[in-house]
């Protein structure tokens, strides 16, 4: 009689398990009780329960149990007495923890045995359940057997909240047979049949046996010329072993890389987590190259050591060495998996290579075509971490992470050179630093001018006709040089395109478009802007200039019309009028500071049509400038210059200024 706080022990079993850890364990017990007999003939069954009620979709029933059968030695006493045993060291030497038993009630409610063993020369029956309160051990009964062989069967139903993942009889074939390939392809000992069926159809049984060991098989061994390495535990070298498998008719599964310990799978991680080609499958021509009859695979990779034996945690779930770094044990799961990774790569590396090239070639068409500021910076970067087919947000989010780490460094190397008390280390360490962030500010400024040219690109198309024959309104256009409804509280001070009308602007401390200031109904215009930094110093000062602009939709003059309440001019004149009178405040509910000398400047932009020119010239008293493209007019009496000036013009002199740029990107 055993006394163990059952529940609470189930209760505590760590991460690391999973719904199949239970069946595993009893196969493994089924094989090992064989190999204990020491039969040729060894066999175990497996027989998967259902729930008999069929989907209304696949007309599948959901898996309830397994029943595993073999012909080994049985429930001897000895075996049962180990049975009863919390910790028992009866398997010790083949790996056994004593303790897989009970991941059957982590994940079921019921767990039945029943055996016929051999005791002298006589056969007994032995049948009992696994307890769930202190016994191990329950409903105990044994009697003479009217049987001539011995073996065990061992049943496990009821699964409790979580729903077994697959219900195909071939589905959960293949996930055991990828769980304990290691003691199908054991060549110290041969591994016993092991076939699988559902309960309610004998006869349709898989054998897990065919699944390797032929050229046709769904599982085919690759050589591997070196397939050894080792790792330093504390200045003791271990030593692991990689076997690398073919796993044909793949569907959805990831090359993979699985760690062993004792014939056992115990972890399972995608290979491209270290070699992110391995994404997507491979493909192996049929006979004489015969792409018809080829198949697709996935690889995995087996890695053996007794470190892996020696390590594995109780449950067998997981390790006792860290995944990431590990400083205690000197190796960890990832320092495992990467070598053994590796490995797998010279297997398949022409293939590896090709898809390697393939993602150079794109990401240099990124950087050629999307983002050439980015040209020195990518002949620095390892960009080996991308996924195989990077999109790109991939490519640009490596490079900006580079960037940022580079800067960082450079800035430290900066702050350790203005600290160092030694002047002969100056002059070398100051001419690096300063090729370093010259290169830096050279990528970020064929940045901003590439960004340069694609706005006066989509701006330019935004002053052409549409597909209706009408031209854009005076919001679309408008948003491209700045979004409307905002201020320079809501949007980042870069985030406008004013340089198209002012390169002056781009400075500016405080802009309002379409928006009123600090005043909810009061009149606005479509962008105001004071305080430029450029031309003046302080903050919000009366000598600073505001600046104020009125935009039209291209090809509208209804402006001009003598009965029109849209005057841009006289909308303008009014709006510095108010301000000049004290009508508002900045954002901060300061007053805004003016005074007979503070520069007023307006601009509106708008076609010029002939009605608009006559309007300018004959009844707001505007001088044309010279190239034709403009008007202007000194408003001396409330110190306010305005221009009018025509959306080709804006558009001109703004590619005017910037054409040198491009010119020297070779972008124009």
């Avoid at 910790?87 to 059957?104: N, P, S, V």
């Avoid at 092991?194 to 065919?210: C, F, Q, Y």
């Amino acid at each position: 009689m055993s006394n163990v706080n059952i529940k609470r022990l189930v209760d505590n079993i760590r991460s690391g398990t999973n719904i199949y850890t239970p069946l595993v364990e009893l196969v493994v017990n089924a094989i090992q009780a064989i190999d204990a007999k020491g039969i040729r003939n060894g066999l175990v069954e497996i027989e998967v329960l259902r729930n008999g009620q069929p989907d209304v979709i696949d007309r599948l029933e959901e898996v309830d149990g397994f029943v595993v059968k073999d012909n080994g030695i049985g429930f001897t006493k000895s075996n049962r007495d180990a049975f009863d045993t919390l910790y028992t060291e009866q398997k010790i030497a083949d790996g056994g923890k004593g303790f897989g038993r009970f991941t059957c009630l982590k994940y079921f409610q019921r767990v039945k045995v029943s055996s016929t063993f051999a005791e002298s020369d006589l056969f007994r029956d032995r049948s009992f359940r696994m307890g769930l309160d202190k016994d191990i051990i329950v409903d105990e009964k044994e009697a003479p057997s009217q049987g001539q062989t011995t073996g065990s069967t061992v049943e496990i139903s009821g699964i409790k909240s979580v729903r077994f993942p697959d219900k195909k009889l071939e589905t959960i074939s293949r996930v055991v047979v990828e769980r304990l390939l290691p003691y199908f392809v054991d060549e110290q000992r041969d591994c016993p049949r092991v076939v699988i069926r559902d309960a309610n159809k004998p006869s349709e049984a898989i054998s897990l046996n065919d699944y390797l060991g032929k050229d046709s098989s769904q599982i085919v061994e690759m050589n591997v010329d070196e397939s050894a390495f080792s790792l330093s535990a504390n200045e003791d070298e271990k030593s692991f072993q990689v076997r690398v498998f073919k796993f044909f008719a793949p569907r959805t599964a990831k090359s993979k890389v699985s760690l062993v310990a004792h014939r056992r799978e115990v972890t399972d991680n995608p290979l491209e987590a270290y070699i992110p080609e391995f994404a997507e499958e491979f493909f192996e021509p049929g006979p004489d190259q015969d792409l018809a009859t080829g198949r697709n695979f996935i690889i995995k990779a087996y890695v053996f050591s007794e470190y892996l034996n020696d390590s594995v945690s109780l449950e067998r779930g997981e390790f006792r060495f860290q995944t990431d770094a590990d400083l205690l044990n000197g190796i960890s799961q990832n320092d495992i998996e990467q070598k053994a990774a590796d490995i797998v790569q010279s297997v398949v590396g022409a293939e590896i290579a090709e898809r390697k090239k393939r993602k150079e070639v794109r990401i240099s068409e990124y950087i050629t075509n999307e983002a050439p500021w980015h040209r020195v910076l990518a002949n620095e970067v390892d960009f080996n971490t991308l996924p195989m087919r990077p999109s790109n947000q991939d490519i640009e989010l490596h490079l900006q992470k580079k960037k940022y780490e580079k800067e960082i460094a450079t800035r430290t190397q900066v702050t350790a050179l203005l600290n160092s008390e030694n002047p002969d280390e100056l002059g070398e360490k100051i001419s690096q630093l300063i090729e370093n962030i010259s290169d830096n500010s050279k990528n970020d400024l064929i940045h901003y001018v590439s960004m340069r040219k694609c706005v006066l690109d989509l701006f330019s198309k935004s002053l052409e006709i549409g597909a209706d024959g009408k031209h854009k309104s005076e919001g679309e256009v408008h948003d491209i040089i700045m979004q409307r409804k905002k201020d320079s509280d809501e949007i980042d001070f870069d985030a406008h395109n004013l340089w198209m009308l002012d390169e002056r602007l781009n400075f500016s401390a405080y802009i309002s478009s379409e928006k009123p200031i600090n005043k909810a109904n009061g009149d606005r215009t479509d962008i105001t802007i004071f305080n430029n930094r450029v031309a003046f110093r302080g903050e919000n000062e009366a000598s600073n200039p505001i600046t104020i602009f009125e935009l039209k939709k291209p090809q509208r003059d209804d402006f001009a019309n003598p009965s029109s309440k849209d005057d841009p001019v006289q909308q303008i004149v009014r709006y510095v009028n108010q301000i000049r009178d004290g009508k508002f405040k900045t954002p901060k509910n300061r007053d805004m500071l003016v005074n007979a000398n503070t520069p007023f400047y307006g601009y509106v932009v708008c076609d010029l049509t002939k009605k608009v020119a006559d309007w300018l010239e004959r009844e707001k008293d505007f001088t044309p400038m010279p190239d034709g493209l403009g008007w202007f007019r000194w408003f001396g009496n409330i110190n306010l210059y305005i221009e009018v000036l025509s959306w080709t013009k804006v558009l001109r002199d703004a590619e005017m200024r910037n054409k040198i740029f491009f010119n020297k990107l070779g972008i124009d």
